[in-house]
C-alpha cells in the first residue's frame, strides 16, 4: 500500500534526524482519522521513545498529515519555539544528557512523555537566525568529513606503496569449497570468504604479526558499589562515532547503570 497516510515509525527517523519515507507504511484515511491523537503535521516534532532514545526530528510538509506508532512521541508546535531550535538542542550534549538521565529501564531503555517534558530548555532569542548559523557549521563539517572520507578512501593504496605489497586480483565469489584438511576449528563460511584469504595469507608473506602480540588487553572490571559519584561516565555503542572513531560518554545514574557496563576505560583507550 503507497496511497492513505504515512505511519511514522522509529525505523523512519535517520541518524541525522530527519524522516526517511522509502519505507514507510501506510494506513487508510479513515484509520488515520480514528486515531486523531497520533496525528503530526508540518512543525511538529517526533522523538522516540525506545531504541536510539531521543533522536528528534521536525515533520516535514511533504504530507499535509502522518501518524505515529507507539513508540514516537510528539511535541506539537508551540508559539515563541522555532521547531529546528528544538531539535538541535535535544540532539546537542545539554539536551542528550538529560534524555540519558531521564530514561529508565534495565534491559530496554525508554523515556516518556512527562521525561521529555521536565527537559530544561533555555529561552533563546533570534532561535531562527542560531539555526541558520549552526546548519551551516554542519554543512561545513559533512564537507570535511566528504574530504576526510576522500583521504581514507586512499589508504589502502597507501599501505599497499609503503609496505611494498601487491595488489592481489579480486574475488568476489559467494559460492566457494575448502578442502576439510584447510579447515580450522572454525567452521563459519565468511571466515574463509576467498577475498578475505587473500589479505590474510598477503600480510603473512609480508610478516604482519598478529595484533595481540603487540598490545594487551584491558580486563579491568568497573564495580558500581565502589563508585563514590551519583553518576558515571557510560561509552554505548550507538555513542562511538564510526566516522571519526571518537567514543562520547553520557552521564548515568549509577543506580540505572545495566549489568553490561562492568568494563573500565581510561582515556586514550581505544575501543573495538
Not at 551519583?230 to 545495566?258: H, K
Request: proline fraction near 6%; charged fraction near 20%; aromatic fraction near 6%.
Amino acid at each position: 500500500m503507497s496511497e492513505g497516510v504515512p505511519l511514522l515509525r522509529i525505523s523512519d527517523i535517520t541518524d541525522e534526524g530527519t524522516i526517511d519515507l522509502s519505507y514507510v507504511k501506510f494506513i487508510t484515511l479513515a484509520k488515520s482519522e480514528k486515531l486523531k491523537s497520533t496525528q503530526v503535521s508540518d512543525g511538529d516534532l517526533v522523538i522516540s521513545q525506545r531504541g536510539t532514545l531521543g533522536m528528534p526530528a521536525v515533520v516535514s510538509d511533504e504530507r499535509p498529515v502522518y501518524n505515529i506508532s507507539a513508540n514516537l512521541i510528539a511535541i506539537r508546535k508551540i508559539a515563541g519555539l522555532a521547531p529546528r531550535f528544538v531539535q538541535l538542542y535535544l540532539t546537542s550534549n545539554l539536551g542528550n544528557r538529560q534524555i540519558a538521565r531521564l530514561q529508565s529501564g534495565q534491559v530496554h531503555s525508554k523515556i516518556t512523555t512527562d521525561d521529555v517534558a521536565s527537559v530544561l530548555i533555555p529561552n533563546v532569542e533570534n532561535q531562527t537566525d542560531l539555526v541558520a548559523r549552526l546548519d551551516a557549521a554542519r554543512a561545513e563539517r559533512s564537507m570535511k568529513l566528504g574530504e576526510a572520507d576522500e583521504l581514507l578512501g586512499g589508504l589502502d593504496d597507501f599501505l599497499f606503496t609503503t609496505l611494498g605489497l601487491n595488489v592481489p586480483p579480486r574475488d568476489e565469489r559467494k559460492v566457494f569449497a575448502m578442502k576439510s584438511a584447510e579447515v580450522s576449528a572454525r567452521f563459519d563460511p565468511h571466515f574463509f570468504l576467498p577475498a578475505l584469504l587473500q589479505n590474510s595469507r598477503m600480510l603473512a608473506a609480508a610478516g604482519a604479526v598478529p595484533l595481540g602480540s603487540l598490545v594487551s588487553f584491558s580486563n579491568e572490571i568497573w564495580k558500581p558499589a565502589e563508585h563514590n559519584q551519583p553518576t558515571f561516565c557510560y561509552v554505548e555503542i550507538s555513542t562511538v562515532n564510526r566516522q571519526t572513531g571518537e567514543a562520547r560518554a553520557v552521564a548515568t545514574p549509577v543506580t540505572e547503570a545495566p549489568s553490561r557496563a562492568r568494563m573500565a576505560l581510561r582515556t586514550g583507550s581505544p575501543t573495538q
